[in-house]
Structure formats: C-alpha cells, structure tokens
C-alpha cells in the first residue's frame, strides 16, 4: 500500500519541551516538504529536503529543526524556541521532475 | 514572489446548484496551478492542475477550473454540488521544478465551501 504516513496523529507538547513528529514515504519520491497549516492563514512552508542530507529552511524555519537521514523519512522536530506550536502539521512529497505535491495525513499539535 | 488571493473565505451553496471559487494569482514567472481540497482533521487532495496547454482543465469529482492568464486567475466550478462536496478548498501556485528537483508551492488562504440541503 503506498503513500505517505504522519505519526502521532495527535500531540501533547508541554511548555519547554521538543516533539519529534513522523512523516515516511514509500513512493520513492525525493523531495520532501513539512508545512504548518493554522486556521485561516493557508498552509506554510517550514523545510523541505531535494536529497538525502540535503535540506532548506522554508518561510517559517524558526523555532523548527529536522533530518533527511533516509529517502524514505524526513522527521520534523517543533523545539521550545517554537513559542507558539500549536497547529496541524502536513508532510508532502514529489518526485525530483514532478510538479505536484502530495499529502500525509497531518499532526494535530496542542500544547498542554 | 509568488502570491495567491482567495477573496471568499466562506461559500455557502443549495445542493444541486452551481458553484464557482475564485482564485487570482500573481507571479513574475509562468506558473504551475493548483486546487487541492481538504476535509476536516486530513490532509490535502489534488483537485486538478493546470501545467500547460489547454486552459481548460478537469479534475475529480466533477470540478473543472479554467486558466486566464490575462486576468491571473484560475477559479474552480461545479455546475451542481452535493452535500459530500463540504470541505475547504485551497488554491495554489508553483514555480517550475527547482535545479536539484521539487518544487515550492504558495498557497490560498482557503475557502469553505458549505453545501446546504
């Protein structure tokens, strides 16, 4: 079954604390993408990743850090630099010479 | 820079009668677009893209969107709407493939669509 799995589906975040959320692919895609998505604001960009241990920061980089150690895995770690983190995180990934994005299923993060 | 308006945060339609989403964008480059739908706490779904080509596309779901380059838009139809066709739907722009593969997408600021019976 292929596609692009986010885990947890929810999380707790307590003040002061780093969260790691998931996000694996098994459609061979190269190119990997976290955004943040905040009621009516649209979603965001944070990093993305072209190649294994290769990343960019996107448009909202702060307080947010993660790894591209495998092709098939690009975990996003929400620091506590990150004052205000909660939100519904999406990973999206495509192929190198492909134009469209595709979606996981989201992280709620609430803070406690 | 790339940027994309969404002017009608919410649509409130009847079951079975048309509907249009409209969505203006602004870019110095040629453009891909995009219309991706979300239902409530999922991801997103590709609605349908416009790369080249005819300005007419069509998509799922019976949602068709039209290219006008002169007027920078790309709003989406539907010539009759059911209740399930209840989600938010989000306009996008994107810049060719980036050197190194992949792309950046700029995203609308969403729009609800709410069918009523």
Known sequence: ?112 | AQSVTQLDSQVPVFEEAPVELRCNYSSSVSVYLFWYVQYPNQGLQLLLKYLSGSTLVKGINGFEAEFNKSQTSFHLRKPSVHISDTAEYFCAVSTPVLTGGGNKLTFGTGTQLKVEL
């Open chain 1, 1 to 112: 079954d292929g596609g692009i799995t986010q885990s947890p589906k929810y999380l707790f975040r307590k003040e002061g604390q780093n969260v790691t959320l998931s996000c694996e692919q098994n459609l061979n895609h190269d190119a990997m993408y976290w955004y943040r998505q905040d009621p009516g604001q649209g979603l965001r960009l944070i990093y993305y990743s072209q190649i294994v241990n290769d990343f960019q920061k996107g448009d909202i980089a702060e307080g947010y850090s993660v790894s591209r150690e495998k092709k098939e895995s690009f975990p996003l770690t929400v620091t506590s630099a990150q004052k205000n983190p909660t939100a519904f995180y999406l990973c999206a990934t495509n192929s190198r010479a492909g134009e469209t994005q595709y979606f996981g299923p989201g992280t709620r993060l609430l803070v406690l």
